[in-house]
């Protein structure tokens, strides 16, 4: 019998192990090893220059400036990527990084929730003035129709600390949610509900400001917004009815038993929709005039309360 050219081994629990002639088992697989397969490496942080590329290529109008935003708040390579990804893919840059600046504030913003727009800034600026010019001491505030709260808090971190007491209201949760966390700072009270009805009865009669961006959009003209407004934001913060203009007439109606005998109601309106919005002012006993913004096209209708008469006056800045 031809001996055996292997050799014997003893296992680790004493089991004889053959080895052939060259080291291996003789039930080893011929062939060099295989080896082994790599992890997938980290997708690469791209440059700004490519960032802006691939931004500009998926339609984004500002990608510069988005580039930026995304490159300073990925904490890694992976979290950019997948940033990048959700954006090009339609998702608006606010709900992404999470906060936008609203009247040099960082507001956040969940995503879901409308998204508040620079043209917004203006109702902030008169209603400022306004406090200003004949609050006597701490202005009562309500904000309604606030989403995040930005008009709000934004309002209280332009005037002194002392200067407003706020009281918001908004139906959507995920709005509530992040405006309490927005006027916070500003000691801000945020409710749930839909316009005055939530708000303190104690409050009625005694309100110096109103402050309301209701939804003017009307109901047909939905389908024709970016799809960024159309897919990501609730359609309650948007649709304002067949003429736009629903909520914000009840707006208007119900200011008048809230506010003080001088109080101010002001409103965001467009263009298009500002004689009719003048006229529902004047139905309700207020005056009124109009602020526009050349920039971005918003107009502020400013109506006042005059003690307990209704006034139908009319007047319009220059």
């Not at 139906?171 to 006027?183: E, G, I, T, Y």
Request: one cysteine or more; charged letters at 25%; a positive charge.
């Amino acid at each position: 019998m031809e001996p055996c050219r292997g050799r014997a081994l003893r296992g680790r629990h004493g089991r004889r192990a053959w080895l052939g002639s060259a080291g291996q088992h003789p039930d080893a697989p011929k062939g060099p090893p295989v080896p082994s397969p790599r992890p997938p490496r980290p997708p690469r942080r791209p440059t700004r220059a490519e960032l802006v590329r691939t931004l500009r290529a998926a339609g984004c109008v500002f990608a510069e400036d988005e580039a930026r935003v995304l490159l300073a708040s990925a904490r890694t390579d992976a979290e950019l990527a997948a940033m990048v990804g959700r954006r090009t893919a339609g998702e608006p840059l606010e709900h992404i990084v999470g906060w936008v600046v609203f009247c040099g504030l960082r507001i956040a913003v969940e995503p879901g929730v409308f998204v508040p727009r620079r043209r917004t800034e203006r109702l902030v600026r008169e209603a400022a003035a306004v406090v200003r010019t004949t609050a006597q001491g701490t202005a009562v505030v309500a904000d309604l129709c606030c989403g995040t709260g930005a008009v709000g808090a934004a309002l209280a971190a332009t005037l002194e600390p002392t200067a407003v007491e706020l009281f918001a209201v908004d139906l959507d949760p995920a709005a509530v949610r992040c405006a309490r966390r927005n006027v916070a700072p500003a000691g801000g009270h945020v409710y749930a509900g839909d316009l005055f009805g939530p708000l303190p009865p104690r409050l009625r009669g005694r309100v110096d400001v109103v402050v309301a961006n209701a939804p003017y959009v009307p109901t047909d003209a939905i389908a024709l917004l970016p799809a960024e407004a159309r897919l990501h934001e609730p359609r309650l913060a948007l649709d304002g009815g067949a003429d736009g203009l629903d909520v914000q007439r009840r707006v208007v109606a119900a200011a008048p038993q809230w506010l003080t005998a001088r109080g101010f109601l002001l409103v965001e309106t467009s263009e298009q929709q500002a004689a009719q919005t003048v006229d529902a002012f004047a139905r309700a006993g207020l005056t009124v005039r109009l602020a526009r913004s050349e920039r971005y096209g918003s107009v502020v209708a400013i109506g006042r309360r005059v003690g307990n008469r209704p006034v139908a006056a009319r007047e319009r800045l220059p």
